[in-house]
Every structure is written in C-alpha cells, then in structure tokens.
C-alpha cells in the first residue's frame, strides 16, 4: 500500500536501537523504550502559509531524525509500525 501524507505531516519509520548494553546484558522487548530516532518514509507537499502559498518542508525522504518522546500518532501500514507527525515536532536531522 502507498501512502501520501499531507500538507505538513511526515511518515516516519523508527529506527531499532541497540539490543545489549555495555555491559552485555540483553534488554527484553518488554523492558525496552521506544526509539526517538527515525527514517523519514515519505513527507508532505509543505505547510500553507496565512497567505495561500505553500512552504516546502526542510526534511526529505531517507532523512535520520530525531523527535519527542510523545510526538505523533502511531500506525501501522501493511503490518509495520510507523509514526505520523507534523514537521515542528521533529527535533533536529542527523547528518554524518
């Protein structure tokens, strides 16, 4: 299935953190937090300005990102789980 977000809204894919801890003790699922760290799927056309134009949104698919621990709506799109959530709510981009 294809999905298209709107307007300002980004599909975001969470990004699976690390299974072990330093000391290598493995973290069951049931003890583990969900990661606040993603892959931009798809975004938007952009935000609609008090004027009528349209502003493009700054990240774009494939993106890394960071987001609020509580942002978004949780979906699942052919049995995966995604997130949906609008372009303020994301923290910052990770570059390399």
Excluded: C, N
Excluded at 19 to 45: F, L, N, R
Excluded at 65 to 73: D, E, M, R, V
């Amino acid at each position: 299935m294809k999905f298209r977000p709107l307007h300002d809204r980004i599909l975001i894919k969470r990004l699976d953190k690390e299974q072990k801890t330093a000391g290598g003790i493995i973290i069951p699922d049931s003890a583990k937090e969900k990661p606040q760290e993603g892959e931009v799927v798809a975004v938007g056309t952009g935000k609609r300005t008090d004027d009528g134009k349209v502003q493009p949104l700054e990240v774009k698919k494939g993106d890394k990102i960071l987001f609020g621990k509580y942002s978004g709506s949780e979906i699942k799109i052919d049995g995966e789980e995604h997130l949906i959530l609008r372009e303020d709510e994301i923290l910052g981009v990770l570059e390399k």
